[in-house]
């Protein structure tokens, strides 16, 4: 080999990106369960997910509060009791709730999730939710939410919401500190025996996998009282603000702005999804974009500008977001139009183009990079109902899609009128 003469650099299109398949079965109560058996450490991953999200509440805050407490006590083990025998095992369980669903997540040595797995059993069947751990809770949320209500951002990121869904849309809700106050230790006893001993629930695997993990699932989960049937998250109307321009003064000491610019979108079913992450990409996806282009590197009025697609479940927004300083928020709104409008009337050239594709597929090369990564694309493929064909059918719109269409979605989508302005001082 002759140092002295680089070798070729190949294009991250040209690479040819497989998923490793997973092995499904279900557990005595029909619990499907999706595996990867990968990787080189003997470590393991599994999520156990639940259709237990803030889009199943009755009562604001009662989904992530239900979700937290689950670690915090069982009629057998304190909540210092359950940190420390996963401590003990050198393992770690997490609890996160997100829109529509929540989930518990244990990380483990694969050789000792034999003992872990029957205190992640005890929880899931025999928390008690203590007045004592929902007294901490309440508290220790309440001041984190003062807390946060202080920052801009923050604030930003919960109205726009509101806007763009309506403020009784699943995705539109937020909590003040009379709901946190509001919340009771029965209301948490009665969304858990709903949504978790009685839910819908699957369990994704992934890592080093004992020989026998699948018989251990079988014995301390197969017999949870769970549905059979699929889930699927009800439809609800999105109601968004009739009004469109929005500025909040949050802080009148701030020195800059949050500012949110959004619009209701189809869920990834939609036929120009696909193509829609191409073009979001080049908007304003990554640090090369146009957004990040113009306005950080050129204008030098923000840090960072990025636009995003929500990845939920049903329908689902395209925003874009930032922080720019107080007295140039509004020529920043003004830049993200102009370069909308570019978009519109500009055709996208070739070598830029060919940027966004290496950069998406690179991105998705990182993605596949071991397999708790590997586990958490076809989680998200099982989750939103797709199938494995549409892995592949987005690699192949990334690869082709061509600047004319794009012009097209943009001369769709990408218009002033279709968003929502928000800016939080």
């Known amino acids: 080999?002759?140092?002295?003469?680089?070798?070729?650099?190949?294009?991250?299109?040209?690479?040819?990106?497989?998923?490793?398949?997973?092995?499904?079965?279900?557990?005595?109560?029909?619990?499907?369960?999706?595996?990867?058996?990968?990787?080189?450490?003997?470590?393991?991953?599994?999520?156990?997910?639940?259709?237990?999200?803030?889009?199943?509440?009755?009562?604001?805050?009662?989904?992530?509060?239900?979700?937290?407490?689950?670690?915090?006590?069982?009629?057998?083990?304190?909540?210092?009791?359950?940190?420390?025998?996963f401590d003990y095992y050198g393992g770690y369980c997490s609890r996160a709730c997100y829109n529509e669903?929540?989930?518990?997540?244990?990380?483990?040595?694969?050789?000792?999730?034999?003992?872990?797995?029957p205190v992640v059993a005890d929880m899931l069947t025999d928390s008690i939710f203590s007045e004592q751990e929902l007294e901490i809770y309440q508290q220790n949320s309440k001041q984190r939410l003062k807390v946060n209500l202080q920052k801009a951002e923050f604030v930003a990121g919960r109205l726009i919401d509101?806007?763009?869904?309506?403020?009784?849309?699943?995705?539109?809700?937020?909590?003040?500190?009379?709901?946190?106050?509001?919340?009771?230790?029965?209301?948490?006893?009665?969304?858990?025996?709903?949504?978790?001993?009685?839910?819908?629930?699957?369990?994704?695997?992934?890592?080093?996998i004992p020989s026998d993990f699948h018989q251990q699932l079988n014995q301390f989960f197969g017999k949870l009282t769970v549905q059979k049937e699929k889930m699927v998250v009800p439809h609800v109307a999105v109601f968004p603000s009739e009004e469109k321009k929005f500025r909040i003064n949050n802080d009148p000491n701030a020195v800059q702005g949050?500012?949110?610019?959004?619009?209701?979108?189809?869920?990834?079913?939609?036929?120009?999804?696909?193509?829609?992450?191409?073009?979001?990409t080049l908007f304003g996806g990554f640090f090369g974009s146009r957004l990040?282009?113009?306005?950080?590197?050129?204008?030098?009025?923000?840090?960072?500008?990025?636009?995003?697609?929500?990845?939920?479940?049903?329908?689902t927004a395209w925003i874009i977001s930032t922080e720019a300083g107080k007295d140039v928020s509004e020529a920043t709104i003004e830049e993200v139009y102009l370069e909308m409008r570019r978009l519109r009337e500009e055709k996208i050239g070739e070598e830029e183009l060919l940027l966004?594709?290496?950069?998406?597929?690179?991105?998705?090369?990182?993605?596949?990079?071991?397999?708790?990564?590997?586990?958490?694309?076809?989680?998200?493929?099982?989750?939103?109902?797709?199938?494995e064909q549409y892995f592949y059918d987005s690699i192949d719109q990334i690869k082709t899609v061509s600047a004319e269409t794009l012009m097209e979605l943009a001369n769709k989508y990408l218009r002033p009128s279709n968003f929502c302005e928000l800016v939080v001082y």
């Open 356 to 387: 966004v594709r290496n950069y998406m597929i690179g991105g998705i090369l990182g993605e596949l990079d071991g397999p708790f990564q590997i586990m958490g694309k076809w989680k998200n493929i099982i989750l939103n109902g797709v199938d």
């Open 1 to 85: 080999m002759n140092r002295k003469i680089a070798p070729p650099i190949k294009d991250a299109v040209d690479y040819q990106l497989s998923l490793k398949p997973y092995q499904h079965f279900r557990l005595d109560n029909g619990i499907n369960v999706y595996s990867v058996d990968a990787g080189a450490q003997d470590v393991i991953q599994m999520e156990m997910v639940f259709y237990a999200g803030n889009f199943f509440e009755d009562q604001k805050g009662i989904a992530a509060a239900t979700n937290f407490l689950l670690k915090n006590g069982t009629s057998s083990k304190t909540a210092f009791q359950i940190n420390e025998t």
């Open 292 to 315: 990040m282009s113009n306005i950080r590197e050129e204008k030098g009025y923000t840090y960072g500008i990025y636009s995003y697609i929500q990845n939920h479940m049903q329908e």
């Open 258 to 280: 949050a500012i949110r610019i959004g619009m209701p979108f189809p869920n990834r079913h939609h036929p120009d999804f696909k193509k829609v992450m191409v073009l979001n």
């Open 101 to 117: 669903t929540s989930v518990l997540t244990l990380h483990s040595l694969s050789k000792h999730v034999g003992k872990l797995l």
């Open 162 to 208: 509101s806007y763009i869904y309506g403020e009784q849309h699943p995705y539109g809700v937020y909590t003040h500190p009379l709901d946190i106050d509001a919340l009771t230790t029965g209301a948490c006893k009665a969304f858990y025996s709903k949504y978790y001993i009685n839910g819908h629930c699957q369990i994704f695997v992934s890592g080093r």
